[in-house]
């Protein structure tokens, strides 16, 4: 977006201080109308593909993206056929595999993804999560001497490994031989071993670094399963696996990972979603109904409902219960399983609402009333390393400029960042580890995990506001909310929204459609549950739209909304489904809101 974006319904100050722009460029609006005449598309929904780059000549592929057309021989991959033929070589000479993956989904989904193929193959595997808080991120060197008197004599990490050249050392005097497979972002120096897989090491020129590390996994199992093919291990007493029904765990690590929802991605998470649908794998099935979930699988519920239960293991409880569940073929023990995440996922939702009150406070009081600065470091003793990356998350969506949270104990610190689009957070964690600022770290554009000692919090804030400085400073004078048309209560029906979702999976880099609502009157404005706003809004024809700005009670969009009952103003935000009671209907989650008094054309 340039300086020169087109203002929507001439939004330039709205309730929460932002300009709404229109996401339709001159040419998108073009593409747009030939889409509705070519193909006779609904005015709405050419506008959202034509305002994510699409043109006439590519809605086809993408309404209906698919594994078989858009993903590459996974040989592309730097160091794919090594790390398959060591594989294929455990495989059939009967080895011990050992799966060290990351305490979240992503990591838990990648570790259930490789040995849920093992299991198929018939051979011994091992699955070790790390303990957040005892182990910390990555492979360690006692827990590879354990995996190493469990027998194994392959180390596979997933969705880490990338700069553990310490730890590895020791498993090759160990007598173990070392497969990575990851996405982060790597250092120019990489670890010796006998394959690191990862679309995003400086030498590789697949393009496929967008991937989450189960999508690398999932390409790893297709070109393992193509070398056990030829070497005929597949018989009719021991048939190939249906990859394409893997595609649930690879969906539910893409859309929690927060990776961009793009090209081979979205068809990862569309084909996944189908697979849930079935609801075979028992695991994910007692997610869904211990969440609450009601309808067809949707990628918001993924993001929302699914990927923050299995997270909650990692978090504050037991590391390992994510890949456990999700590899489980027991209902009865895949229910108490799901439970036990149910329940931690609350008591971390008990310890979140506290630390974020806490950075908050620290937050302001930093940038001062004028909310100015780079970005926000936030520090305490007390903060549970489990939910520090929620924290940061809730910063920088309260102040739109990347922010991390560090929790002590004693004079180390560990801590999790997220940023805003145009500010690479995985590329300044890199340099602050190489500059020697941070003890570890890493991560990729939109998030990063760190260690750093005590005293050195201060020269951390220094050198991530140099070096996030001119990419915030650009992603803040080009922001706003991107608004992708206009509609009134009437408009907004089941049918337009379910015509909608065939534009997604919604996420990063294919975001929510985001819908203005003009001059609706609120008739009924409350606060509800844990800091939410609902309202009820009145079009001029009487059709009346119901809507909830979730978190927004104390924040000033909510205390607007509250003052404004009675009064008309324009609402933005995302269309869903609402199925309470079995009955459809269509709900607006607010995101923004402006007086249209105040912002008059011209």
Request: hydrophobic letters at 45%; proline letters at 5%; glycine letters at 12%.
């Amino acid at each position: 977006m340039t300086g020169s974006a087109r203002l929507f319904l001439n939004v330039e100050t709205s309730y929460s201080g932002q300009r709404w722009l229109d996401r339709l460029d001159p040419g998108a609006a073009m593409r747009a109308q030939a889409m509705v005449q070519l193909h006779g598309m609904g005015d709405v929904v050419s506008r959202i593909l034509a305002a994510r780059g699409q043109g006439p000549e590519g809605v086809a592929e993408f309404l209906e993206p698919t594994v078989r057309a858009l993903m590459p021989d996974p040989s592309t991959l730097v160091d794919m056929d090594a790390a398959v033929d060591r594989l294929a070589s455990a495989i059939l000479s009967e080895e011990t595999v050992a799966i060290f993956g990351d305490y979240d989904v992503d990591g838990a989904s990648s570790s259930a993804l490789l040995g849920g193929f093992l299991e198929r193959c018939g051979i011994p595997y091992i699955i070790h999560i790390p303990d957040r808080v005892f182990e910390g991120y990555g492979p360690n060197v006692e827990a590879i001497r354990a995996l190493a008197g469990q027998g194994a004599r392959l180390l596979v990490t997933v969705d880490c490994g990338t700069t553990s050249s310490g730890p590895f050392a020791e498993a090759h005097r160990l007598g173990m031989d070392v497969v990575v497979l990851d996405h982060h972002q790597a250092p120019e120096a990489l670890p010796a071993v006998t394959a690191l897989v990862n679309p995003n090491r400086q030498d590789d020129l697949s393009g496929l670094g967008h991937l989450c590390a189960a999508g690398v996994v999932f390409m790893t199992i297709v070109a393992l399963n193509r070398v056990l093919r030829a070497r005929g291990f597949w018989t009719q007493a021991r048939p190939e696996p249906d990859l394409l029904a893997m595609l649930d765990l690879v969906a539910l690590a893409t859309v929690a990972d927060v990776v961009p929802l793009t090209g081979l991605n979205r068809a990862f998470v569309r084909t996944g979603l189908a697979v849930m649908k079935k609801r075979g794998r028992p695991g994910l099935r007692a997610l869904f109904d211990v969440a609450g979930s009601d309808g067809p699988p949707r990628a918001e519920s993924l993001g929302f409902m699914i990927g923050p239960r299995i997270n909650a293991g990692g978090r504050i409880g037991d590391a390992a219960l994510g890949a456990k569940l999700l590899l489980l073929q027991d209902d009865a023990e895949a229910a108490d399983i799901a439970r036990e995440l149910d329940r931690l996922n609350r008591e971390r939702q008990v310890l979140e609402m506290a630390s974020v009150a806490e950075a908050e406070a620290e937050a302001l009081a930093a940038l001062g009333l004028s909310e100015a600065g780079t970005c926000i470091v936030t520090a305490a003793d007390n903060w549970h390393p489990g939910v520090v990356g929620l924290v940061a998350a809730r910063l920088k969506e309260r102040f739109r400029r990347p922010a991390f949270a560090i929790a002590f104990n004693g004079e180390i610190g560990t801590g999790s960042g997220r940023s805003i689009a145009g500010a690479d957070l995985g590329r300044a964690i890199r340099a602050a580890v190489e500059a020697g600022v941070l003890v570890k770290g890493g991560g990729h554009a939109m998030a990063a995990g760190v260690t750093l000692e005590r005293h050195r919090l201060t020269d951390f804030r220094a050198f991530l506001e140099d070096a996030l400085q001119a990419g915030v400073e650009r992603a803040l004078r080009d922001s706003g909310l991107q608004v992708d048309a206009a509609l009134t209560a009437g408009g907004a029906h089941p049918a337009l929204v379910h015509e909608i979702e065939k534009a997604g999976p919604f996420g990063q880099g294919n975001p929510e459609p985001v819908f203005a609502f003009p001059d609706h009157r609120l008739v009924d404005v409350s606060e509800v549950g844990n800091g939410h706003v609902r309202v009820r809004a009145v079009a001029r024809d009487n059709q009346s739209l119901n809507a909830i700005a979730f978190r927004a009670a104390g924040r000033p969009l909510g205390q607007a909304l509250l003052r404004a009952r009675g009064e008309s103003v324009h609402l933005a935000g995302v269309l869903n489904i609402d199925r309470w009671g079995g009955n459809e209907r269509v709900q607006l989650r607010i995101q923004d809101a402006a007086d249209p008094a105040v912002n008059k054309p011209g």
